[in-house]
């Protein structure tokens, strides 16, 4: 292993937790403590390859002169319907933007296992596959094949989709990229997805305000990368544990120090709102239709304009730098003082994505 | 290159450009004060909430330090408290009680622990969700009721409705600041020079209540609000105040605050509680710093209302880790969490040692929260923005893209 992942030793608990599947620190933990410890070596064709333990979006295997970026993602979400999307939306947004997070932005094919529990309404499953194939004309692919079960009632919650995407590329951009100096830019704003999720999950009156961003983001990633090329050094889709988990992943495996600007991030006035009403920081909040690049400082303002050109990054920001010092942690720029951005233990809310 | 505005509206009381200025204006009087530390104590969870979340401390000049005393309810509920109720919960009573008092461990258990074991325990927001659970069945509900003053006028307001259903009772753990503040002035050699009191509680007390206190002690209290500016102003004020040598009270929370207070919440107040001498968890005995239901009272009073045995709980002794817990020093305003060598190594939020780990007012849980270190003026540059260095690229995170060995 090049890369320091984690900076302390992790504890793992005799019982899985929901925190275990949240994106933050646990979530690491358990991957490095399990999953990781007891992996093969990855294929090492032509003495490249990103693998399981690079823990990325996904994995890059050398196939002739270009990289096959191979990805899977499993969806459970509640409610399946949710203002701004749905589970099929998601399922094929997850699993595009993994790709397009390694530079992967020309999709081959998906495939797509559902889950389905006893008991599940015909009707929602044919609206989850009509979004389930209106999301994928979007990202310009097709599901090229699947495999269907059916569980006892009580099982599991209504429909688990899997969705597992290939695509090839010139060039991986990996999430380990950054070195002191390159500029860090969000896509657009933060904490759409998750605070939608929660407000109608839990019945909270927000006038309509919150919708999820859920959006696959390979056009806008193609767009950004023919602008930006090589400078383009690292990418990561702000999921489950939000800005800060992402942040802290490609600081802590680049080695550099990452200084984050708060009066810089784009946040939506009512994801402002419900934040401040629940007590949680829109940076630890999920987002299904966001990416943080990290570009050579050189080429910040060409890939910002090409970012806003785009119907999915007009709100896309400047948000950060990268340092020197201190390697490895987030430090927040609150306008009035400067103080480290935690990576979140688990999710705020549980089980978003 | 770096947009300092997001394109979203401050807050009247977060514009960074005015807590810029009174950061300045801390570092003039500091200069002019030319000792250090000048050690200021507050008393209130919320309040090292916005300092730790909005970064405060990193403007602070470096010979300011101010520290979070006793101000977390949860965190100096006693042991004996917590066995009360877990012992209630435990002989089948049904305990309904705030989310943040769920982990705190009592002489051997927590209610957690009761309720992993089959105990009935309910996490509620407000007193008034209790007495919905109360009404909603015919089991006996007892409220395991925390909090300083304002809290604790909520709940006095449910004991004198007339219609509250006669299942439901409330176990007192509700604190009194003032005493607290007494004690923490008295520890000898303390260095506090001034108190920054919590605007919420000077609500419903008035800030006249302060006065003696300032008096008797010759040091100056000022009453703030919680957003960046009320506390940066607060600050201002109070350094004034040390930097003149003068006692007395300043009111920084007028839009909030009068003398008087709201003499209508204290007649409540004062009408179901009283005080009472009891321990505060790690500090010391505290002289009238508990609020116990009046005899008048008795039977929503659930220590009058059940024969609670809290020995039956010491079947094995208490963890040996929690010896090493240093809560009492954090309180009082002799330690700071980075102090305990157990901060973020054992004791985690997760799987909390002490109580200052558990609440979400407590120093250790706030200061873990905001990334652990929350006084960051040793650890970045001072200029407001640093251009990013231009060092001479390191070997490692080369533009290569891939090279991860596997």
Same mark, same amino acid.
């Given at each position: 292993?090049?890369?320091?992942?984690?900076?302390?030793?992790?504890?793992?608990?005799?019982?899985?937790?929901?925190?275990?599947?949240?994106?933050?620190?646990?979530?690491?933990?358990?991957?490095?403590?399990?999953?990781?410890?007891?992996?093969?070596?990855?294929?090492?064709?032509?003495?490249?390859?990103?693998?399981?333990?690079?823990?990325?979006?996904?994995?890059?295997?050398?196939?002739?002169?270009?990289?096959?970026?191979?990805?899977?993602?499993?969806?459970?979400?509640?409610?399946?319907?949710?203002?701004?999307?749905?589970?099929?939306?998601?399922?094929?947004?997850?699993?595009?933007?993994?790709?397009?997070?390694?530079?992967?932005?020309?999709?081959?094919?998906?495939?797509?296992?559902?889950?389905?529990?006893?008991?599940?309404?015909?009707?929602?499953?044919?609206?989850?596959?009509?979004?389930?194939?209106?999301?994928?004309?979007?990202?310009?692919?097709?599901?090229?094949?699947?495999?269907?079960?059916?569980?006892?009632?009580?099982?599991?919650?209504?429909?688990?989709?899997?969705?597992?995407?290939?695509?090839?590329?010139?060039?991986?951009?990996?999430?380990?990229?950054?070195?002191?100096?390159?500029?860090?830019?969000?896509?657009?704003?933060?904490?759409?997805? !998750?605070? +939608? @999720?929660?407000?109608? $999950?839990? &019945?909270?009156?927000?006038?309509?305000?919150?919708?999820?961003?859920?959006? =696959? #983001?390979?056009?806008?990633?193609?767009?950004?990368?023919?602008?930006?090329?090589?400078?383009?050094?690292?990418?990561?889709?702000?999921?489950?544990?939000?800005?800060?988990?992402?942040?802290?992943?490609?600081?802590?495996?680049?080695?550099?120090?990452?200084?984050?600007?708060?009066?810089?991030?784009?946040?939506?006035?009512?994801?402002?709102?419900?934040?401040?009403?629940?007590?949680?920081?829109?940076?630890?909040?999920?987002?299904? !239709?966001? +990416? @943080?690049?990290?570009? $050579?400082? &050189?080429?910040?303002?060409?890939?910002?304009?090409?970012?806003?050109?785009? =119907? #999915?990054?007009?709100?896309?920001?400047?948000?950060?730098?990268?340092?020197?010092?201190?390697?490895?942690?987030?430090?927040?720029?609150?306008?009035?003082?400067?103080?480290?951005?935690?990576?979140?233990?688990?999710?705020?809310?549980?089980?978003?994505? | 290159?770096?947009?300092?505005?997001?394109?979203?509206?401050?807050?009247?009381?977060?514009?960074?450009?005015?807590?810029?200025?009174?950061?300045?204006?801390?570092?003039?009087?500091?200069?002019?004060?030319?000792?250090?530390?000048?050690?200021?104590?507050?008393?209130?969870?919320?309040?090292?909430?916005?300092?730790?979340?909005?970064?405060?401390?990193?403007?602070?000049?470096?010979?300011?330090?101010?520290?979070?005393?006793?101000?977390?309810?949860?965190?100096?509920?006693?042991?004996?408290?917590?066995?009360?109720?877990?012992?209630?919960?435990?002989?089948?009573?049904?305990?309904?009680?705030?989310?943040?008092?769920?982990?705190?461990?009592?002489?051997?258990?927590?209610?957690?622990?009761?309720?992993?074991?089959?105990?009935?325990?309910?996490?509620?927001?407000?007193?008034?969700?209790?007495?919905?659970?109360?009404?909603?069945?015919?089991?006996?509900?007892?409220?395991?009721?925390?909090?300083?003053?304002?809290?604790?006028?909520?709940?006095?307001?449910?004991?004198?409705?007339?219609?509250?259903?006669?299942?439901?009772?409330?176990?007192?753990?509700?604190?009194?600041?003032?005493?607290?503040?007494?004690?923490?002035?008295?520890?000898?050699?303390?260095?506090?020079?001034?108190?920054?009191?919590?605007?919420?509680?000077?609500?419903?007390?008035?800030?006249?209540?302060?006065?003696?206190?300032?008096?008797?002690?010759?040091?100056?209290?000022?009453?703030?609000?919680?957003?960046?500016?009320?506390?940066?102003?607060?600050?201002?004020?109070?350094?004034?105040?040390?930097?003149?040598?003068?006692?007395?009270?300043?009111?920084?929370?007028?839009?909030?605050?009068?003398?008087?207070?709201?003499?209508?919440?204290?007649?409540?107040?004062?009408?179901?509680?009283?005080?009472?001498?009891?321990?505060?968890?790690?500090?010391?005995?505290?002289?009238?710093?508990?609020?116990?239901?009046?005899?008048?009272?008795?039977?929503?009073?659930?220590?009058?209302?059940?024969?609670?045995?809290?020995?039956?709980?010491?079947?094995?002794?208490?963890?040996?880790?929690?010896?090493?817990?240093?809560?009492?020093?954090?309180?009082?305003?002799?330690?700071?969490?980075?102090?305990?060598?157990?901060?973020?190594?054992?004791?985690?939020?997760?799987?909390?040692?002490?109580?200052?780990?558990?609440?979400?007012?407590?120093?250790?849980?706030?200061?873990?929260?905001?990334?652990?270190?929350?006084?960051?003026?040793?650890?970045?540059?001072?200029?407001?923005?640093?251009?990013?260095?231009?060092?001479?690229?390191?070997?490692?995170?080369?533009?290569?893209?891939?090279?991860?060995?596997?």
């Amino acid at each position: 292993m090049t890369t320091l992942l984690s900076p302390r030793p992790a504890i793992l608990d005799e019982r899985i937790s929901m925190k275990y599947g949240a994106g933050g620190r646990a979530m690491r933990a358990l991957i490095e403590g399990v999953f990781l410890a007891g992996a093969a070596e990855a294929p090492n064709g032509n003495g490249f390859a990103v693998g399981l333990s690079a823990m990325d979006d996904g994995a890059a295997i050398r196939v002739g002169d270009r990289w096959l970026v191979i990805t899977t993602d499993s969806h459970v979400i509640h409610p399946v319907f949710f203002p701004g999307g749905d589970i099929g939306r998601l399922s094929i947004s997850g699993t595009v933007n993994d790709l397009a997070m390694m530079g992967a932005t020309e999709v081959l094919g998906l495939t797509c296992g559902v889950i389905l529990e006893e008991g599940f309404a015909l009707d929602d499953l044919r609206r989850i596959q009509a979004s389930l194939a209106d999301t994928c004309r979007e990202a310009g692919t097709t599901v090229v094949t699947g495999d269907t079960k059916v569980m006892g009632k009580g099982e599991l919650d209504g429909i688990v989709l899997n969705t597992t995407g290939i695509a090839l590329t010139d060039r991986v951009v990996p999430d380990s990229g950054l070195r002191p100096g390159d500029v860090l830019i969000v896509t657009g704003t933060i904490g759409d997805h !998750g605070m +939608a @999720v929660m407000a109608a $999950r839990h &019945g909270l009156d927000l006038e309509g305000e919150l919708r999820s961003d859920v959006a =696959p #983001l390979n056009g806008l990633i193609r767009a950004m990368l023919a602008a930006g090329g090589e400078d383009v050094v690292a990418m990561k889709d702000p999921t489950r544990g939000g800005l800060a988990s992402a942040l802290h992943e490609m600081a802590s495996k680049a080695g550099v120090g990452i200084l984050l600007y708060e009066s810089a991030v784009p946040v939506a006035p009512g994801v402002r709102a419900a934040a401040e009403l629940l007590g949680i920081e829109p940076l630890h909040v999920a987002n299904e !239709g966001k +990416a @943080v690049i990290g570009v $050579r400082p &050189g080429a910040a303002q060409r890939v910002l304009k090409a970012l806003r050109g785009h =119907p #999915l990054g007009r709100h896309a920001e400047i948000v950060g730098t990268c340092l020197a010092d201190p390697p490895g942690a987030l430090v927040l720029d609150t306008g009035f003082g400067r103080r480290l951005l935690a990576e979140p233990e688990g999710e705020p809310l549980p089980r978003i994505c | 290159m770096i947009p300092q505005e997001g394109g979203f509206a401050q807050m009247k009381f977060r514009d960074p450009a005015r807590g810029k200025a009174l950061a300045a204006e801390l570092e003039r009087l500091a200069r002019e004060i030319g000792r250090e530390p000048i050690t200021l104590m507050h008393v209130c969870g919320s309040h090292e909430q916005a300092i730790a979340r909005f970064g405060l401390r990193a403007t602070f000049p470096p010979s300011v330090d101010l520290i979070m005393g006793p101000g977390c309810p949860v965190c100096v509920t006693d042991l004996p408290e917590v066995d009360e109720a877990v012992a209630l919960a435990k002989s089948g009573v049904r305990v309904a009680t705030y989310g943040d008092m769920l982990k705190v461990p009592g002489r051997v258990f927590s209610l957690a622990d009761a309720q992993s074991e089959g105990a009935k325990v309910d996490v509620v927001y407000s007193v008034s969700q209790a007495v919905d659970l109360a009404r909603s069945t015919d089991e006996e509900v007892v409220f395991f009721s925390t909090g300083f003053e304002t809290t604790a006028v909520a709940t006095a307001a449910v004991i004198l409705s007339p219609d509250r259903p006669r299942n439901f009772s409330v176990l007192s753990a509700h604190k009194y600041i003032l005493p607290a503040m007494e004690i923490v002035a008295e520890i000898p050699g303390t260095r506090i020079e001034g108190f920054l009191g919590a605007g919420h509680a000077a609500a419903i007390t008035g800030w006249g209540i302060f006065e003696p206190f300032a008096a008797k002690y010759g040091r100056p209290v000022v009453v703030a609000g919680f957003e960046p500016l009320d506390i940066l102003a607060g600050l201002v004020k109070l350094l004034e105040m040390v930097r003149d040598g003068r006692g007395g009270v300043a009111n920084m929370y007028p839009r909030c605050v009068t003398k008087e207070g709201n003499l209508r919440a204290q007649e409540q107040l004062w009408r179901v509680f009283e005080t009472s001498g009891g321990e505060w968890r790690g500090i010391a005995f505290v002289p009238d710093g508990n609020l116990r239901i009046r005899e008048e009272f008795a039977d929503v009073d659930a220590r009058r209302r059940f024969d609670i045995d809290v020995t039956s709980l010491w079947t094995t002794a208490p963890s040996e880790l929690a010896k090493d817990c240093i809560c009492g020093g954090i309180l009082s305003g002799l330690a700071s969490p980075h102090d305990c060598p157990m901060f973020g190594k054992e004791c985690l939020p997760d799987r909390p040692i002490g109580a200052c780990m558990v609440s979400s007012e407590g120093a250790c849980r706030i200061w873990h929260q905001y990334g652990g270190r929350p006084d960051l003026r040793t650890l970045t540059p001072q200029p407001p923005l640093p251009s990013p260095p231009s060092l001479p690229h390191r070997e490692r995170g080369s533009e290569q893209t891939t090279e991860v060995r596997v």
